[in-house]
């Protein structure tokens, strides 16, 4: 690896439509206040944000047919939960492991596009990992866990943020573990579809994955922090440089303008 790169990271955010009105602040929240130093911001998306791209020179984008070489997001079987397809979610949490093929520094960041800084935010910290930590707990997601991976973590606070640093080198590590463990040499996100369990609305994470593992094989690479988002409508984008002010004073870090919360 280049030095100039060397203490630099890749940031990937993965952009559904129904996020475009708020990716620009993303965008913007990650050249002003992310630290280590960014060394690209690369949007993975089925369509080229023509406009973010004119707008922002220093911004990348990757069409994510070309993340994975065997599967498309129209290969995933329909998996559905009352009206509501599932697959594009999952296809989502693959593209971030798999965008690590792609990262030209050892370390890279993901983040949702719905999601800005408000403040100063560090990923990492005297050399270690820095993770922002939730109270939430989904008993599904470690159902799966426990499939893939043999053991079953003991509850601890969710590592389930907007944004989470990743180790190329680990993420390769926990493939290799899901596909040693299974003997039909499948590949990893094909095991992840044939595991989870399809009644529930979710039931696989890559962040509380990649944050167990961390736990289990790792501890010493990182430290915790507490996750400070806020949740607003989105109709509530044109206001950002209010709200920023206002829950930046009430000690938040970032905000997430979920279509969802209309």
Request: aromatic share 14%; proline share 5%; hydrophobic share 35%.
């Amino acid at each position: 690896m280049e030095q100039s790169k060397k203490n630099k990271i890749d940031v990937f955010i993965t952009l559904h439509k129904k996020d475009l009105p708020a990716v620009s602040l993303c965008v913007q929240s990650i050249q002003r206040y992310l630290c280590p130093e960014v060394n690209r911001i690369v949007i993975i998306s089925p369509k080229i944000p023509q406009d973010i791209l004119i707008r922002y020179n220093d911004v990348e984008f990757l069409h994510e047919s070309n993340v994975f070489k065997c599967l498309t997001l129209a290969q995933i079987p329909k998996i559905s939960h009352g009206n509501e397809n599932r697959a594009g979610w999952y296809f989502q949490q693959f593209l971030k492991w798999e965008a690590r093929k792609f990262s030209q520094t050892n370390n890279y960041a993901v983040m949702d596009a719905d999601t800005a800084f408000i403040r100063p935010m560090t990923l990492m910290r005297n050399n270690k990992y820095l993770f922002y930590r939730g109270s939430q707990y989904h008993t599904p997601y470690f159902k799966t866990y426990e499939k893939l991976l043999g053991y079953l973590p003991k509850k601890q606070p969710s590592f389930i943020a907007n944004y989470m640093i990743f180790s190329t080198e680990i993420v390769d590590e926990i493939i290799n573990q899901i596909e040693k463990r299974c003997p039909d040499k499948k590949k990893w996100y094909k095991i992840i579809l044939d595991t989870i369990d399809k009644n529930e609305l979710s039931s696989f994470s890559e962040f509380e994955t990649y944050g167990y593992y961390m736990s289990q094989y790792h501890p010493d690479l990182f430290d915790s922090g507490k996750c400070n988002n806020k949740i607003l409508q989105e109709k509530k984008i044109p206001h950002h440089a209010f709200n920023k002010i206002i829950y930046r004073f009430k000690g938040y870090a970032s905000t997430s303008y979920h279509c969802y919360e209309r």
